[in-house]
């Protein structure tokens, strides 16, 4: 087994509540070592659509809870304009621990993106969210959850808003992460949030025809 593996802190019982606790414990890399508590994914087990993002926020980081920060604002809105309740989603990221790094002046914690390590350390976390889960749809925010999920060479830009095939789901797609939005140029965000709204419409009909 690598150095770096979250797969020794894995419980026998393999539900979404043992799994949520028992990543509280997790050493499988570096990143518990920082971040106040490690943020498993929530929703229905049962939820037909799963959302992976990259990694918690400093919201979540301190709540405890994926995307209630600024980007799950923006979340929650698009979910909601694709008609979709995010009671029926299961939400979640591909790195349970916030990375970040201290601004250079003050006390803002500024995110850093998982390095590849990490990803991979972290990966059974989601694969046993994943095999609980088994959802109809996955859905990918942003480049750092499709590349890892989908493969180095996806371009979110060219391949967004599209099904593509993969052994995750009978349906998986990759689209912007909500953060994009927030840092879109102010005559760019709104086309940025109907685009993003577009790709979840899309996923909103799959979960219909589901249900
Ligand atoms: N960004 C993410 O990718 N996930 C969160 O939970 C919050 C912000
Ligand atoms: Fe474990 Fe993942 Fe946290 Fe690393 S980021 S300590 S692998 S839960």
Redesign the pocket.
């Known amino acids: 087994m690598s150095e770096y593996s979250a797969d020794a802190f894995l419980p026998q019982d393999r539900s979404l509540d043992s799994l949520a606790e028992a990543v509280q414990s997790c050493q499988g890399c570096d990143l518990y070592r920082d971040a106040t508590q490690a ?1 498993f994914g929530e929703g229905s087990g049962r939820a037909l659509a799963m959302l992976i ?5 400093d ?2 980081d301190v709540e405890g809870h ?4 600024p ?2 604002g923006i979340l929650d809105r698009a979910l909601e304009d694709a008609g979709i309740d995010r009671a029926d989603v299961y ?1 979640t ?1 591909l790195v349970k621990h916030f990375r970040w790094k201290p601004a250079p002046r003050g006390k803002r914690r500024i995110h850093r993106k998982p390095d590849l390590r990490e990803q991979l350390a972290c990966r059974p976390w989601l694969d046993a969210e994943l095999e609980q889960v088994r959802p109809t749809v996955v859905v990918c ?2 480049a750092t959850a499709a590349q890892a999920l989908l493969g180095r060479s996806f371009r979110v830009t060219q391949d967004r808003g599209r099904f593509v095939e993969s052994p995750l789901a009978p349906f998986v797609m990759a689209t912007v ?3 994009s939005i927030l840092r879109a140029p102010d005559d760019a965000r709104e086309e940025a949030m109907r685009a993003f709204v577009a790709d979840l419409r899309k996923v909103a009909k799959v979960v219909r025809r589901a249900a």
């Open positions: 943020v993002g990259e990694q918690p926020g919201r979540e994926p995307f209630v920060g980007a799950g939400v990221n925010l942003g992460h909500p953060s």
